[in-house]
C-alpha cells in the first residue's frame, strides 16, 4: 500500500469553499474507492471507480464529487454542500479481479 | 441495507491472554471478508482476509474463522502483545464490489 499517496495531509476548509483532495496510486489498479471516517464510527464509501471515465456513488455521495481522468488517480472534492465535512478522508485501490483494498494514508479535513 | 455489525465497540486485555471480535454481515451473497488493523492517525492495514470457502484461516498469532450459514466471522489473536493495541475493522464485500465495514473494535493490551 506504499503505492497509494494521499495529500495533502491536513487541510483547513473556509465556509462556503470547495476543496480538492488528491489520490495517486502507480499499483496499476483499476478500481479506486474515497471513504470518510468518523470518530467512533466505521469507513463510510463515499465514491468508487472500477475504470477510468466512469464512478458510481457510495453510501453518503451528497455534497462530494469525483473525477477519474487517469488511472492513476481519483481526486475527491468537498463542495460547499457538504455541510459537516470535518472528518479523515481514506482513499483506497485494487487490481482488477481481487477484493483486496490497500489504502493511502488518509487527509484530515478540518473546517475554520 | 447490506450491514456490518461488530462487537465488542472496546476490548481491553491483559498482556498474553487472547482477543477475540465478532463480526455479523447482512448480505448472504458475501464471499470476502477482510480484516484491517488501524493505529492512532495511521491508515487501515490488511491483517487477514478469508473467503467464503474455507471455515478458518490462520497466520501466526491472528485466526479467523467463518461461519456462512449464522453469517458471522470471528479475529482472534493470541499471546496479545502491547504493539497489538489498535482499532480492528471488519469488513465484508457488498453487492457492488464494494466493503462494507463494521464500526471497529479499540483493543487495549495492558502490560
Known amino acids: 500500500d506504499g503505492g497509494i499517496t494521499q495529500s495533502p495531509k491536513y487541510l483547513f476548509r473556509k465556509e462556503g469553499q470547495n476543496v480538492t483532495l488528491s489520490c495517486e496510486q502507480n499499483l496499476n489498479h483499476d478500481a479506486m474507492y474515497w471513504y470518510r471516517q468518523d470518530p467512533g464510527q466505521g469507513l463510510r464509501l463515499i465514491y468508487y471507480s472500477q475504470i477510468v471515465n466512469d464512478f458510481q456513488k457510495g453510501d453518503i455521495a451528497e455534497g462530494y464529487s469525483v473525477s477519474r481522468e487517469k488511472k492513476e488517480s481519483f481526486p475527491l472534492t468537498v463542495t460547499s454542500a457538504q455541510k459537516n465535512p470535518t472528518a479523515f478522508y481514506l482513499c483506497?485501490?485494487?487490481?482488477?479481479?481481487?477484493?483486496?483494498?490497500?489504502f493511502g494514508p488518509g487527509t484530515r479535513l478540518l473546517v475554520l | 441495507g447490506e450491514n456490518v455489525e461488530q462487537h465488542p465497540s472496546t476490548l481491553s486485555v491483559q498482556e498474553g491472554d487472547s482477543a477475540v471480535i465478532k463480526c455479523t454481515y447482512s448480505?448472504?451473497?458475501?464471499?470476502?471478508f477482510p480484516w484491517y488493523k488501524q493505529e492512532l492517525g495511521k491508515r487501515p492495514q490488511l491483517i487477514i482476509d478469508?473467503?467464503?470457502?474455507?471455515g478458518e484461516k490462520k497466520d501466526q498469532r491472528i485466526a479467523v474463522t467463518l461461519n456462512k450459514t449464522a453469517k458471522h466471522f470471528s479475529l482472534h489473536i493470541t499471546e496479545t502483545q502491547p504493539e497489538d493495541s489498535a482499532v480492528y475493522f471488519c469488513a465484508a464485500q457488498g453487492s457492488q464490489g464494494n466493503l462494507i465495514f463494521g464500526k471497529g473494535t479499540k483493543l487495549s493490551v495492558k502490560p
Open positions: 448480505d448472504s451473497a458475501s464471499n470476502y
Open positions: 483506497a485501490s485494487s487490481k482488477r479481479g481481487s477484493e483486496t483494498q490497500y
Open positions: 478469508i473467503r467464503s470457502n474455507v
